[in-house]
């Protein structure tokens, strides 16, 4: 199971941390995601780490704004998004693939499981 938490409101330029706790499984070896999703779009990629943190990789709309980590003590991923900009206004997810120690990927098809998203609304 994952829960994500931390979304909310805020001005553009803001900043807000998200989080999704995992559990019932290992997922700290897996390798996590995070994706979005806006009104009337397909859910699109993130962010993505590997399960020791090792690589990480970001959609080009968030590289030098968003930064994807994880602590695996606690089953807990994390997303900071820093210089908000109202597009990156959507439905925030959190996934995991079910490969213990397997390779990261930008492919929403290739994770097994989500959390039930998180709402972030960014003013102009």
């Known amino acids: 199971q994952l829960v994500e938490s931390g979304g909310g409101l805020v001005q553009a330029g803001g900043s807000l941390r998200l989080s999704c706790a995992a559990s019932?499984?290992?997922?700290?070896?897996?390798?996590m995601g995070w994706f979005r999703q806006a009104p009337g779009k397909e859910r699109e990629f993130v962010a993505t780490i590997s399960w020791n943190a090792a690589i990480t990789y970001y959609a080009d709309s968030v590289k030098g704004r968003f930064a994807i980590s994880r602590n695996n003590a606690q089953n807990t991923v994390y997303l900071q998004m820093d210089s908000l900009k109202p597009e990156d206004t959507a439905v925030y997810y959190c996934?995991?693939?079910?490969?213990?120690?397997?390779?990261?990927?930008?492919?929403?098809?290739?994770?097994?499981?989500w959390g039930q998203g998180t709402q972030v609304t960014v003013s102009s």
């Open positions: 996934a995991a693939i079910a490969t213990a120690y397997g390779r990261t990927s930008q492919r929403p098809g290739e994770y097994d499981y």
């Open positions: 019932g499984r290992t997922f700290s070896r897996y390798p």
